[in-house]
């Protein structure tokens, strides 16, 4: 798809030259001549990247900017500006533009910085699809992420399984200053214990079998930005100590190194455990878990927040009736009355692959009861149960749906990457109901 470019400039000349310039290379140009018809365009042909001059009339391009930041904060505005206004640029830049040029506009430099906006936009469009929801205590979170967003204090994000944690975690980096640092992310309950140090705080060259190459831990790669520590709850005690240091002191200690080096990583982490159960139980150390609660955010299992079941469930039906060419247009009354009732033990997640899964089955154009078996089937066995075979099912059906997309549902191939016959895969699919339709 070619990439629409929306550029905003009063100047008639240099709009021409500069729209030739970006069609040449490709892209798909619309232009207006100041921030009010900017702002209509943006709205009603959804560029994927904006460059916009600073002084027009009667709207300027800051005008063009607020309105992004409101409306459309993953599209990146580029300000163009004439020499001697710099400092407009850099207020600019604190409102959120993606990076200045300045007049005369060098070619090759637009092209480059257009292709690394889009770039940009692009990787933070897929990491962080947005945290959907209406509710009050929704709207509520929203607020909150960007008052943990606004200081370098650390953050412990808790919630059940499948609640967002990791889209909060990905919210606070987009809304932080750290926002163009990098963004790193360590499961500390996917990673082997005695692998985990390194992962952590890297190694040298030599340090210990195995270690023929000298590595970046996590907190090297993500200094200037956001160390997100997944699943914290299972981190060896044995490792706790080193974290601890790290965090107070702002250095690390590579395995095998000789001396510390700092870096500056602001730290969140997310757990489903309660960890200040484990505190008590001595299965977490008191001081570091004092050290990575600063502040705290705590999401509500999805069955509390009112409404949010229908909208969300509205959005991922769109999402993935698009992904599969689907022609479902809306969730019957019936269906909707089964998802308001049920308790959703597996959150957002749950609800997620249960849209995905209906939407694949569903033939008509209209999601049935129907489509959606797994809600209706076993209420018999207690919730516990529930929750914890929910879990499997859903990890289960996660990998399944992975590797067939990841081949283009040539099955063949992804039996071979799950490691699975080929007959296993097609025992597991007719299980699920995936792909049948
Ligand atoms: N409010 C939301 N809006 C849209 N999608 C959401 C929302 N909350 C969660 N999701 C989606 O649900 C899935 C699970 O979210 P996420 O990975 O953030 O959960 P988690 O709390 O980290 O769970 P776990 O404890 O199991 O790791 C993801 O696909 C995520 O995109
Ligand atoms: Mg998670």
Not at 9 to 36: C, F, M, N
Not at 198 to 225: I, N, Y
Request: hydrophobic residues 40%; negative net charge; contains cysteine.
């Amino acid at each position: 798809m070619t990439d629409k470019i929306l550029l905003v400039e009063d100047e008639k000349k240099l709009r021409r030259i500069l729209q030739l310039v970006l069609s040449d290379a490709g892209y798909e140009v619309q232009t207006a001549a100041e921030g009010g018809s900017g702002v209509e365009c943006w709205k009603s042909w959804q560029p994927s990247l904006v460059l916009t001059d600073l002084k027009m009339e009667p709207l300027d391009g800051l005008h063009v900017l607020r309105y992004g930041s409101d409306h459309a904060p993953d599209i990146p505005c580029v300000m163009l500006t004439a020499f001697g206004t710099v400092e407009t640029a850099v207020e600019a830049m604190k409102n959120g533009a993606f990076d200045f040029l300045t007049k005369p506009v060098d070619h090759e430099q637009l092209l480059e910085v257009v292709k690394q906006g889009l770039e940009a936009s692009r990787t933070t469009q897929k990491q962080t699809a947005d945290l959907l929801g209406s509710s009050a205590v929704m709207q509520e979170l929203r607020e909150e992420i960007r008052l943990l967003a606004s200081t370098d204090s650390a953050v412990l994000i808790l919630g059940e399984s499948g609640t967002g944690k990791e889209l909060v975690a990905q919210g606070i980096h987009k809304a932080s200053k750290r926002s163009r640092g990098p963004f790193v992310r360590l499961n500390c309950a996917s990673i082997p214990a005695e692998l985990l140090e390194s992962e952590l705080f890297g190694h040298k060259r030599g340090s210990f079998t195995g270690a023929t190459e000298t590595r970046e831990g996590a907190f090297v790669r993500a200094d200037g930005g956001i160390l997100f520590l997944d699943e914290i709850g299972d981190l060896p005690l044995a490792l706790q100590p080193k974290l601890l240091h790290a965090v107070e002191e702002k250095e690390i200690m590579p395995i095998g190194g000789e001396k510390p080096q700092s870096v500056s990583v602001k730290i969140l982490s997310a757990t489903n455990l309660d960890l200040a159960e484990m505190v008590q139980e001595k299965k977490f150390r008191m001081d570091l878990y004092y050290r990575l609660n600063i502040m705290q955010v705590v999401l509500p299992p999805l069955n509390v927040r009112e409404n949010d079941v229908e909208e969300l469930a509205n959005t991922f039906l769109r999402y993935f009736a698009k992904e599969f060419g689907r022609p479902i247009l809306q969730i019957s009354m019936e269906a909707l009355q089964i998802m308001g009732a049920y308790g959703w033990p597996g959150n957002v997640r749950e609800l997620r692959n249960v849209m995905e899964r209906a939407v694949l089955k569903c033939s008509g154009k209209e999601l049935t009861p129907d489509c959606i078996p797994s809600l209706t089937e076993g209420s018999e066995c207690s919730t516990k149960e529930k929750v914890k075979s929910l879990d499997l099912v859903a990890i289960e059906q996660e990998l399944l749906l992975a590797a067939l997309k990841q081949h283009n549902w040539n099955k063949t191939q992804a039996a071979k990457e799950l490691n699975i016959s080929r007959s296993a895969l097609r025992y597991r699919l007719n299980k699920y109901g995936i792909g049948l339709s």
